[in-house]
């Protein structure tokens, strides 16, 4: 879906560096939620946020951060990236208004940490 | 917190054979449940979901029952073709400020 969208969307870093994922969306979605998906753990939440206020840890926040800079951006930081991290990193909006928690996804970033 | 399970992890199946993925959950508030198809290096996207009070729904080849009281739901496609290969999800929510709960997904392969 074009309309959120995800930068980079592949990073190679080192360990103990920092790193910002960046998530945009042109949907006026007011919810944003940071996933990351490993091979046979399904997609575990980080971070989410139901308004731009509103900030909540997920099951695996340790070692995360998030901003909600505006409704439209919502950013995941790894304040020093160790190589447990390495994941496919996925934004999602969602819509209360709907009546629905549908989560519309972005394109995701593959991330490596050597 | 909400916990949900799913299963196989795994399912492969001759093309025109029917596929049958199953998911239970934990919290009795929840009352949507999606499912969502990720194909290979895309996204994952919804295909199809129900609220909790209906008890099936159907669109062309694919359909979701839910059985609130044993609290588990289940995907059914039918007549499957290879461009169903893909890794499926099953979600469920309480909604409102409630957040979305993933099973760890299977993974379907449809053989030629």
């Known amino acids: 879906d074009a309309d959120v969208t995800q930068t980079p969307r592949n990073r190679i870093t080192k360990t103990g560096k920092r790193i910002m994922l960046e998530c945009s969306q042109t949907?006026?979605?007011?919810?944003m939620y940071w996933y990351r998906q490993d091979p046979g753990l399904g997609l575990r939440l980080i971070y989410y946020s139901f308004d731009v206020k509103d900030i909540n840890k997920g099951e695996i926040s340790d070692g995360y951060s998030v901003s909600r800079q505006a409704q439209a951006k919502f950013s995941l930081s790894l304040e020093s990236a160790i190589p447990n991290q390495t994941a496919l990193y996925f934004c999602a909006t969602s819509d209360l208004g709907t009546g629905k928690e549908t989560q519309y996804f972005g394109p995701g970033t593959r991330l490596l940490v050597l | 917190g909400e916990n949900v399970e799913q299963h196989p992890s795994t399912l492969s199946v001759q093309e025109g054979d029917s596929a049958v993925i199953k998911c239970t959950y934990s919290?009795?508030?929840?009352?949507?449940f999606p499912w969502y198809k990720q194909e290979l290096g895309k996204r994952p996207q919804l295909i199809i979901d129900i609220r909790s009070n209906v008890g099936e729904k159907k669109d062309q080849r694919i359909a979701v029952t839910l059985n609130k009281t044993a609290k588990h739901f289940s995907l059914h496609i039918t007549e499957t073709q290879p461009e169903d290969s893909a890794v499926y999800f099953c979600?469920?929510?309480?909604?409102?400020?409630?957040?979305?709960?993933f099973g760890i997904g299977t993974k379907l392969q449809v053989i030629p």
């Open positions: 979600a469920a929510t309480p909604g409102g400020y409630q957040k979305v709960t």
């Open positions: 949907k006026g979605h007011d919810r």
């Open positions: 919290d009795s508030a929840s009352n949507y």
